[in-house]
Nanobody, 125 residues
Framework: QVQLVESGGGLVQAGGSLGLSCAASGRTFSRYRMGWFRQAPGKEREFVAAVNWSGVSTYYADSVKGRFTISRDNAKNTIYLQMNSLAVEDTAVYYC??????????????????WGQGTQVTVSS
């Protein structure tokens, strides 16, 4: 059974940094794109960042560009999200996701086949 397990969420002050990890098990995703989404209270889930299978190509939402960095370690079947200069607006549940096939769409939630349970990130002012 495929599982994506996020870790690293927590409480941080505005301007601070936090790192998230997502470990996959049950199958390898080394050939497929993986990404992060987030959902703030009262809002729809939105795309944050994605990384292609090799880790060479990365994609970011405009709201996090320059502050967040996504990376992956295929040997560990794990992706990471380093979040710097965090703002109160970054408060959300962060979800790891994986595509189960080669797809051209990067940010579409519906193109991701596997999801983690989410980890809470809270940024205080």
């Amino acid at each position: 059974q495929v599982q994506l397990v996020e870790s690293g969420g927590g409480l941080v002050q505005a301007g601070g940094s936090l790192g998230l990890s997502c470990a996959a098990s049950g199958r390898t995703f080394s050939r497929y794109r993986m990404g992060w989404f987030r959902q703030a209270p009262g809002k729809e889930r939105e795309f944050v960042a994605a990384v292609n299978w090799s880790g060479v190509s990365t994609y970011y939402a405009d709201s996090v560009k320059g502050r967040f960095t996504i990376s992956r370690d295929n040997a560990k079947n794990t992706i990471y999200l380093q979040m710097n200069s965090l703002a109160v607006e970054d408060t959300a549940v962060y979800y790891c996701a994986a595509q189960g096939a080669v797809r051209s769409v990067v940010a579409g939630e519906g193109t991701y086949d596997y999801w983690g349970q989410g980890t809470q990130v809270t940024v205080s002012s």
